[in-house]
């Protein structure tokens, strides 16, 4: 099992920006990717592969969200900009299977989250 902590969240003016910062565990390189928690409902945001030579967005963040990866440090980052207080959420990242047929069940293993409120 892959072991994965986030930070960077925190509270944030609409407009603003936040990198979040996930620490992977592992000395095997994996696919991994970022969603956010709501209440009720998981929402992808953004994958990259191992090698960093292909990403994924959710049509709704593509342009103000940006994935990134350092494999020398284990890091996977999520840059959020613009943001808006409907992105208020926790944010999760993870192992993520790019062959599954939907994206937010193609996570595995995930941290707690960090959270990001965004205030208007």
């Known amino acids: 099992q892959v072991q994965v902590a986030e930070s960077g969240g925190g509270l944030v003016q609409a407009g603003g920006s936040l990198r979040l910062s996930c620490t992977v565990s592992?000395?095997?390189?994996?696919?991994m990717g970022w969603f956010r928690q709501f209440p009720q409902e998981r929402e992808f945001l953004a994958a990259i592969?191992?090698?960093?030579?292909?990403?994924h967005y959710r049509n709704g963040v593509r342009g103000r969200f940006t994935i990134s990866r350092s494999n020398a440090r284990n890091m996977v980052y999520l840059h959020l900009n613009s943001l808006k207080p409907e992105d208020t959420a926790m944010y999760h990242c993870?192992?993520?299977?790019?062959?599954?047929?939907?994206?937010?069940?193609?996570?595995?293993?995930w941290g707690q989250g960090t959270q990001v409120i965004v205030s208007s």
């Open positions: 993870g192992t993520f299977d790019f062959g599954y047929h939907n994206d937010e069940g193609a996570f595995r293993d």
């Open positions: 592969s191992s090698d960093a030579t292909r990403t």
């Open positions: 592992s000395g095997t390189l994996y696919d």
